[in-house]
């Protein structure tokens, strides 16, 4: 069973994705966007994390990143059944338990609705900003997600002893609505994709072509397999960007765009590679353009993805 969520729009403006109507658009939009995903059908709205960007990044990936926290409690209030997910958040930048604190109460908020998505980060400067080593960051992910872990647990007073931290005797409440918080690790690198086997309950590929993508989802379950890990894991993907039916614009190359039926026969082949759900981006020149081709893609593709 293949199912399907995306990223917001608006929330963060990397020139690799952002349509050019975003740069005026705001939390009236998103709200919107949330409002037709929770009526089409999609399992998850994802928000992204960055702190600050250096100006020699900003312009390839702007400035523009809201905090996913604040976003996800914000669009929380105005929908009742789509998960939430951080896409992903860079924990390794703070202390565990002020993560603990901000997404426990998130999914406290949601009724239980928060996929923490989590990663590695890749800015430098911002990993200096905070006083974070970057050079460690994949080892203080790995001991960040294990203290979250506890920290996200049932307990009042979770317990962590660790090499970086440490803590046990100090409560936390309120606790998040769900037993147990999905943690789904993003990134593609090798070291990810370990991680991702030995400590997460999803995989968050960053965007591997369909070619590469079938590998490391095999290399994903043997490592899993190896640890004696049971428990299944959730696969995703990132598709390629979308259009419902004939544009009659330039959508670019490496969109797929077409008949529903024809989007769905190119969507399956996700699912036959073991993916177990898909993160879709259309292409649109306004909010209007986005939310019908999500009603196009609930209404019209989706029912014939499985």
């Given at each position: 069973?293949?199912?399907?969520?995306?990223?917001?729009?608006?929330?963060?403006?990397?020139?690799?994705?952002?349509?050019?109507?975003?740069?005026g658009?705001?939390?009236?939009?998103?709200?919107?966007?949330?409002?037709?995903?929770?009526?089409?059908?999609?399992?998850?709205?994802?928000?992204c994390?960055?702190?600050?960007?250096?100006?020699?990044?900003?312009?390839?990936?702007?400035?523009?990143?809201?905090d996913?926290?604040?976003?996800?409690?914000?669009?929380?209030?105005?929908?009742?059944?789509?998960?939430l997910?951080?896409?992903?958040?860079?924990v390794?930048?703070?202390?565990?338990?002020?993560?603990?604190?901000?997404?426990?109460?998130?999914?406290?908020?949601?009724?239980?609705?928060?996929?923490?998505?989590?990663?590695?980060g890749?800015?430098?400067?911002?990993?200096e900003?905070?006083?974070?080593?970057?050079a460690?960051?994949?080892?203080v992910?790995?001991?960040?997600?294990?203290?979250?872990?506890?920290?996200?647990?049932?307990?009042?007073?979770p317990?962590h002893?660790?090499?970086?931290?440490a803590?046990?005797d100090?409560?936390?409440?309120?606790?998040p609505?769900?037993?147990?918080?999905?943690?789904?690790?993003?990134g593609?690198?090798?070291?990810?994709?370990?991680?991702?086997?030995?400590?997460?309950?999803?995989?968050?590929?960053?965007?591997?072509?369909?070619?590469?993508?079938?590998?490391?989802?095999?290399r994903?379950?043997?490592?899993?397999?190896?640890?004696?890990?049971?428990?299944?894991?959730?696969?995703?993907?990132?598709?390629?960007?979308?259009?419902v039916?004939?544009?009659?614009?330039?959508?670019?190359?490496?969109?797929?765009?077409g008949?529903?039926?024809?989007?769905?026969?190119?969507?399956?082949?996700?699912?036959?590679?073991?993916?177990?759900?898909?993160?879709?981006r259309?292409?649109?020149?306004?909010?209007?353009?986005?939310?019908?081709?999500?009603?196009?893609?609930?209404?019209?593709?989706?029912?014939?993805?499985?």
């Amino acid at each position: 069973m293949v199912v399907y969520g995306m990223q917001l729009p608006v929330q963060s403006q990397s020139t690799l994705y952002a349509e050019p109507w975003e740069a005026g658009a705001g939390p009236g939009d998103l709200l919107a966007v949330a409002r037709a995903a929770e009526e089409h059908g999609f399992d998850y709205l994802a928000s992204c994390d960055h702190v600050a960007i250096p100006r020699r990044l900003a312009g390839a990936m702007s400035t523009v990143w809201y905090d996913p926290v604040a976003t996800l409690s914000f669009l929380a209030a105005a929908t009742e059944r789509v998960r939430l997910l951080s896409h992903v958040a860079v924990v390794g930048l703070r202390h565990p338990l002020v993560t603990a604190k901000a997404y426990a109460t998130l999914d406290h908020l949601s009724g239980g609705r928060l996929v923490l998505g989590v990663g590695a980060g890749h800015v430098q400067e911002e990993f200096e900003a905070l006083g974070v080593d970057f050079a460690r960051r994949g080892a203080v992910l790995d001991e960040t997600v294990d203290a979250l872990r506890a920290a996200l647990g049932p307990e009042e007073y979770p317990e962590h002893l660790g090499e970086l931290f440490a803590f046990k005797d100090l409560g936390q409440l309120p606790r998040p609505a769900q037993e147990r918080v999905p943690v789904w690790v993003g990134g593609s690198s090798p070291a990810a994709v370990r991680r991702a086997a030995l400590r997460g309950d999803g995989w968050l590929p960053q965007g591997d072509p369909r070619d590469k993508l079938a590998q490391q989802i095999q290399r994903l379950l043997r490592l899993r397999a190896e640890a004696g890990i049971a428990e299944p894991i959730t696969v995703g993907a990132i598709t390629e960007a979308l259009y419902v039916g004939e544009p009659g614009w330039e959508v670019g190359r490496r969109t797929l765009s077409g008949a529903p039926e024809e989007l769905a026969a190119s969507l399956r082949a996700y699912g036959e590679m073991g993916v177990h759900q898909i993160q879709v981006r259309f292409r649109s020149r306004s909010r209007t353009e986005l939310i019908d081709q999500m009603a196009a893609f609930g209404t019209e593709v989706a029912p014939h993805l499985n």
